[in-house]
Nanobody, 125 residues
């Protein structure tokens, strides 16, 4: 049974940093692209970042470009999302999701096969 478990969220001041982890099990991560999404209260889910199965391709939402960095280690079955220069508008529940077939549109949620339960990120002074 495929599982994705996010961790690393928390409360941080504006300008701070967090490193989110997505630990995977029950499937071969080498074959899966991973996307990070977030959802704030009252807002639609938003694609944040994407990394291809080999790590050779990465994409970012314009709102996080230059501040967030995605990486993966297939041998450790883990994908990370480094969040830097955090802003209050980054406050949301962050989810990782796996896609066996490379999504034609990486930021569209329905193209992913399974999801984690999410980790809360709160940016506030």
């Amino acid at each position: 049974q495929a599982q994705l478990v996010e961790s690393g969220g928390g409360l941080v001041q504006p300008g701070g940093s967090l490193r989110l982890s997505c630990a995977t099990s029950g499937f071969t991560l080498d074959y899966y692209a991973i996307g990070w999404f977030r959802q704030a209260p009252g807002r639609e889910r938003e694609g944040v970042s994407y990394i291809s199965n080999s790590g050779s391709k990465t994409y970012y939402a314009d709102s996080v470009k230059g501040r967030f960095a995605i990486s993966r280690d297939n041998a450790r079955n883990t994908v990370w999302l480094q969040l830097n220069s955090l802003k209050p508008e980054d406050t949301a529940v962050y989810y990782c999701a796996g896609a066996f077939s490379s999504p034609s549109t990486w930021y569209v949620g329905y193209e992913y096969d399974f999801w984690g339960q999410g980790t809360q990120v709160t940016v506030s002074s």
